[in-house]
């Protein structure tokens, strides 16, 4: 009865580390989860929330990911282009921010912003 009570409750604590692992959290603590609480340990872990910034900076770690020169904001490793600010990050054009040269239309658009907000807190 023991020895049954033992294999479950590895089971669960592998079940539990391999949780938390895709989740951005620490394995070690996942298994010591499984392995103590047992199928209440793996409900846990199952509906516990993603550590959406510990997946972002093991990305980064591993070279899925990368930050835009410009905007500092994670993007593919891939990605030719940043998806947050437009800044083209690989080929003839990577050092050249996308509002350059458009001081025309960015002024356009800043003063549209600026009328709407004028709108909003207008007596």
Do not use: W, Y
């Not at 549209?112 to 007596?123: L, S």
């Amino acid at each position: 009865m023991l020895a049954v009570m033992l294999i479950i409750a590895l089971l669960c604590g592998a079940v539990c580390r391999s949780l938390f692992e895709a989740k951005g959290r620490s394995g070690g603590s996942g298994f010591m989860l499984g392995f103590l609480l047992g199928p209440l340990g793996v409900l846990i872990a199952a509906v516990l929330s993603t550590d959406a910034r510990e997946l972002e900076s093991s990305e980064l770690r591993n070279g899925v990911r990368k930050r835009c020169p410009d905007c500092a904001e994670s993007v593919l490793k891939e990605a030719r282009k940043c998806k947050h600010c437009g800044f083209v990050l690989d080929g003839p054009g990577a050092r050249e921010s996308p509002n350059v040269g458009t001081t025309k239309d960015s002024r356009a658009g800043a003063s549209k912003r600026k009328a709407h907000v004028q709108r909003m807190f207008r007596p």
